[in-house]
């Protein structure tokens, strides 16, 4: 089956530093890969996404790079700031279906 | 503005009691998903409907059932609560049944069963 792998965390990081959240996937066909965050106590929103390999995602400072060949995600930001503190998701959609299946998500801290 | 809303947004329950939680979107969205979040597990599919009268069984099912009566409510029916089923709950929409669509999300219903 589908199954989704983030780097554990917690993560703390001072403000102004790079960011790397690593993911990466299993799964059968051609799937979609999503990064959602979630601030605390709210719901989760859509970071970005990608379609299709070699598709770069991007929002807010944040991009991430469909790897087919190394079936990865990676979230990249080159400087973090403390409102960017927040728990963030790894998904993948199957090719069917519209069902998302999650990974463990990572917590990041970002200290002024 | 299209919206999705959860309530409660906090319930305290006992182990053997019905339990009924509410999702209500204004998206008109025909797709709709429940999930739990639990420490380690990030977010888990329970339930999910592509339409009225549709619902689908999900990766944690047991215990849980759903119905779909109209394009705006999936209201998710725990039928007899267990302990094992504290936890972070969340609804979830989206138009489109395939094609990388955005699942937009309700605040979450935290569950804890005594």
């Known amino acids: 089956g589908n199954s989704v792998t983030q780097m554990e965390g917690p993560v703390t990081l001072s403000e102004e530093a790079f960011l790397t959240i690593n993911c990466t996937y299993t799964?059968?066909?051609?799937?979609?890969l999503f990064w959602y965050v979630q601030y605390p106590g709210e719901g989760l929103q859509l970071l970005l996404k990608?379609?299709?390999?070699?598709d770069k995602g991007s929002n807010k400072g944040f991009e991430a790079t469909y790897r087919k060949e190394t079936t990865s995600f990676h979230l990249e930001k080159g400087s973090v700031q403390v409102s960017d503190s927040a728990v963030y998701f790894c998904?993948?959609?199957?090719?069917?279906?519209?069902?998302?299946?999650f990974g463990e998500g990572t917590q990041l801290t970002v200290n002024p | 503005d299209a919206e999705i809303t959860q309530s409660p947004r906090h319930k305290i329950t006992e182990t053997g009691r019905q339990v009924t939680l509410a999702c209500h979107q204004t998206?008109?969205?025909?797709?709709m998903f429940w999930y739990r979040q639990d420490l380690g597990h990030g977010l888990r599919l329970i339930h999910y409907?592509?339409?009225?009268?549709?619902?689908n069984k999900g990766e944690v099912s047991d215990g849980y059932s759903v119905s779909r009566s109209n394009t705006e409510d999936l209201p998710l029916t725990l039928e007899s609560a267990a302990s094992s089923q504290t936890s972070v709950y969340f609804c979830?929409?989206?138009?489109?049944?395939?094609?990388?669509?955005?699942?937009?999300f309700g605040p979450g219903t935290r569950l804890t069963v005594l």
């Open positions: 979830a929409s989206s138009a489109q049944a395939s094609g990388a669509d955005t699942q937009y």
């Open positions: 799964a059968t066909g051609y799937p979609s």
């Open positions: 990608a379609t299709k390999a070699d």
């Open positions: 998904a993948l959609e199957e090719t069917s279906g519209s069902r998302l299946t």
């Open positions: 998206w008109n969205h025909n797709n």
């Open positions: 409907s592509y339409g009225v009268q549709d619902t």
